[in-house]
Structure formats: C-alpha cells, structure tokens
C-alpha cells in the first residue's frame, strides 16, 4: 500500500472533506485506514465483564483509501505516489517534488 501507519494525509471525499490527520492504523487486505481523530462514529455498547456500564462510545471508523491523499512532507500538499528502485530498496516518491519520502517507523 503506498500509504502507511504514521503518515499525514488529507481527506477528499466524504463527511470529513479537507481536514486532515495522521494515519493510526492500516488494514491492506481492504484497502482501508484509521485516521486519528476523524471519521467518528457512534458505538452502542451492551454491559459486559470489560464495559459493567455499557453506554454509548466514540470511536474512529476506518475509510476507504481512494477518499485520501498524502500530503508532501516539503510543501504540506496533496500529492499522488510514485515508486522508485534505490540500490536493492523500492521507496515513495512524491510525484508533486520528485523527492523520496521517508518511513516515520524504519
């Protein structure tokens, strides 16, 4: 997937039009990410040994990952991804500056 758990992204499509946030968690068998702080829904909660009050919670949805775009470390905007071959590694490329953009995790 070209985009990744600590990544800063903006969305373009959807409720959350233009905000943007950091990517928390990735899920690539369907193509969805969690995004920190956007996308919340409501989540009814029926009592049990973990939540003995039960009740009503918040919590991030995940969307699709056609609805964001990474945003270009240098310049703060949105940019497609490319791939490039440097030595035996293939890494992001930001089609907006041509330069490669790194891994907040490696």
Known sequence: MSI?????VIIIA???LH???IVEKVFP???RIVIAG????????????KQPQ????????PLHISNVMLLDPTRDKPTR???KIEGKKKVRVSRLTK???EDKKR
Do not use: P
């Open 38 to 49: 956007l996308n919340m829904v409501k989540r009814h909660l029926k009592r049990s040994a």
């Open 19 to 21: 905000k943007t946030g």
């Open 54 to 61: 039960g009740g009503i919670i918040e919590k991030e949805a």
């Open 4 to 8: 990744r758990k600590g990544d800063k």
């Open 29 to 31: 068998k369907d193509n």
């Open 81 to 83: 991804i490319g791939w």
């Open 99 to 101: 330069q490669v953009i």
């Open 14 to 16: 959807g409720k959350e």
